[in-house]
Structures are given as C-alpha cells and as structure tokens.
C-alpha cells in the first residue's frame, strides 16, 4: 500500500505551496509536515532573514544608532545562506557560510534585530532572488510573508494563516522554554506586536494575504484539525 501511495506522489504533477502569515503561527510547522508527507522541498524564508541578522550581529553591523547599511550592502556576497536536512529528525538546519546556524538564528536577540534588516530592499532582493531559484523545479513549500504576493505569486496553492497575538506569544515562549532558554512571556508579547506592525507597514512587500489565499485562522485548531485541513486543501490544489 506504502509503495502505491509513494508512486501516485513521484507521478502527481509536482505545484508550488505558500504559505505566509504573522509570526509564530504556527506556518513552519504545518509547511515542514505538509513537505515531508507529500515528499517536496520545505524552505524557511525567515530562517534566511534571520541568517542575514545573525551575521549583522556578528559582524558588528548593528550600532545603537541602527543598522551599518553601507557596509551590509557590501557584505551581502559573502553572505551565503543554505539548508541542509538533519538526517536523524529529517527537518531542514540553516547554514551561513558553511555553519549550522538552526539553533542561534531563533535566539531572542535575532527576533528583535531582525525586522529592520527584512525591511532592506536590497536584502530583500537578493533573498527573494535566491528563493525563486530553490523554487524553479516546483514540487516546494516555502513559509514566510510575501511568498503567495512577490516570491511566487503564480502558485497554485496559497495560504495565510493568522492567530491572536497572545496565543502567538504563548506558543513561542513554550517553545523557548521548551529548549531551556531564558524567555519572559510580556516581552515575547511585545516583540510578537511590533513584529506584525513593522510586518504588516513596510513600504516593501509589507505582510499581506494575496487576493488568492485561502484564509486560516488557527487560533483554536489543534496541530491534527490543521494537518486534516491542509492536506484536503492540497488534495484539491493538485487536482485542480
Ligand atoms: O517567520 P520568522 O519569524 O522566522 O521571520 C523572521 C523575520 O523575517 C520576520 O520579522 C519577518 C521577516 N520575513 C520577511 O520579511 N519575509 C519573509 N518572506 C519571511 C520573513
């Protein structure tokens, strides 16, 4: 039964999945199942922002006056950013430069550092450029906030999914606490509502649902009701 199922996936016309919403909604869980069940490539848009971030940080191009622009302008070609599956957890890790960077791209201090840099248009460019490029063969699901309206505006499956920002919050701090990092649940709140306010009011590609997503709003569906939902939906999107 297993081998008919993973042939009907290998002859299925192969689509493109996006999948944008507001932080922490829960997006890069239901992409990374949805990829692995029906056996595309899952990427994580953010990771590659975040990736940007992390060699701001490291590089000294953060001053308190706000971003070295100049100098990250000159230094996006050394920037190179890929990903990689863990073999043992088959979920995709971040690298920057040739180093696994999974786990210090989610700190606190890359998530409240990382809005300014995603606002730059020229980071922006050469991430959406490097992201249309993993995506050229089809068969992806990428998560992010321009992926259905800029990256690949002709998918032929869009999602936008939202939830409150406090369930956002909660479920970040769990997460955070799950890994043993220090996490305080007001401050999570607050990084959560300026996120989904610098998100949603840049002048470039500002987070919005294209006129072809679906809506989903998750605030009350577990992680089962979801995956239900949004295996129909793929269903019905590779059908179509
Ligand atoms: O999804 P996330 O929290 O890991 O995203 C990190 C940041 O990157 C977030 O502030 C929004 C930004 N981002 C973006 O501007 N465009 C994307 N396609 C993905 C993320």
């Known amino acids: ?18 999948i944008d919403g507001y932080s922490s909604c829960g997006k890069s869980t239901m992409a990374k199942d949805l990829a692995r069940e029906v056996g595309y490539i899952y990427i994580d848009s953010g ?16 001053t308190p006056e706000g971003i070295h622009v100049a100098q990250l302008e000159e230094a996006m070609s050394n920037i190179q950013i890929s990903f990689q599956l863990n073999p043992d957890t088959q979920r995709p890790m971040t690298f920057l430069n040739g180093k696994n960077v999974e786990d210090s791209i989610r700190t606190m201090e890359v998530s409240s550092h990382v809005s300014p840099v995603a606002a730059l248009p020229f980071v922006r460019e050469a991430m959406v450029k ?46 955070l606490k799950a890994k043993g990092q220090e996490a305080s649940f007001e401050e999570i709140l607050a990084n959560v509502k300026e996120r ?7 002048a470039i590609s500002p987070l919005r649902q294209a006129e072809d997503a679906l809506l989903l709003d998750n605030s009350h569906l577990t992680i089962e009701q979801q995956k239900e939902w949004l295996a129909a939906e793929f269903q019905k999107a590779i059908h179509g």
Not at 49 to 61: I, K, S
Not at 152 to 163: C, H
Not at 196 to 202: A, E, F, L, M, P
């Open 1 to 18: 039964m297993k081998k008919i199922i993973i042939y009907f996936i290998i002859n299925m016309k192969k689509i493109t999945i996006a």
């Open 47 to 62: 990771a590659m922002y975040r990736a940007v971030t992390l060699y701001c940080l490291e590089n000294g191009l953060f």
């Open 130 to 175: 490097l992201q249309q490029e993993m995506g050229k063969a089809k068969g992806i699901v990428m998560d992010g906030r321009d992926i259905g309206t800029v990256v690949f505006p002709d998918a032929e499956l869009k999602i936008f999914v939202v939830a409150s920002a406090e369930i956002r919050a909660q479920r970040r701090y769990d997460e």
């Open 196 to 202: 989904d306010h610098i998100d949603q009011n840049r």
